[in-house]
Nanobody
């Protein structure tokens, strides 16, 4: 799966950003999709996940109540709406796709990332 992220940038604390990930998804297949973030020198962490089979979602503790993951099937685009951003949300954000049941950290396809800076 090819993935291309966009929508990152600089924002003040309390502000909002919407990240987009254009994905080359096969409409006849099921995917696990997710947004991950990585601060330089630290491990990549999962922020929000979406399972295309039933559109169920999962959020990491840092994202609950502030971020929303969604998928526009017509546009094959995954979104992450981020509200009430905090300085600790500053990171490179990556979109990932993997076969459900596999380990995303070793088996996912990744986009190039988009930088989010909150200050």
């Amino acid at each position: 799966v090819q993935l291309v992220e966009s929508g990152g940038g600089s924002v003040q604390p309390g502000g909002s950003l919407r990240l987009s990930c254009a994905a080359s998804l096969n409409p006849d297949s099921d995917y696990c999709l997710g947004w991950f973030r990585q601060i330089r020198g630290k491990e990549r962490e999962g922020v929000a996940l979406l399972f295309t089979r039933d559109a169920s979602t999962y959020y990491g503790d840092s994202a609950k109540g502030r971020f929303t993951i969604s998928l526009d099937n017509a546009k094959n685009t995954l979104y992450l709406q981020m509200n009430n951003l905090r300085a600790e949300d500053t990171a490179m954000y990556y979109c990932g796709s993997w076969r459900c049941g596999m380990n995303p950290y070793s088996d996912a396809d990744w986009g190039q990332g988009t930088q989010v800076t909150v200050s």
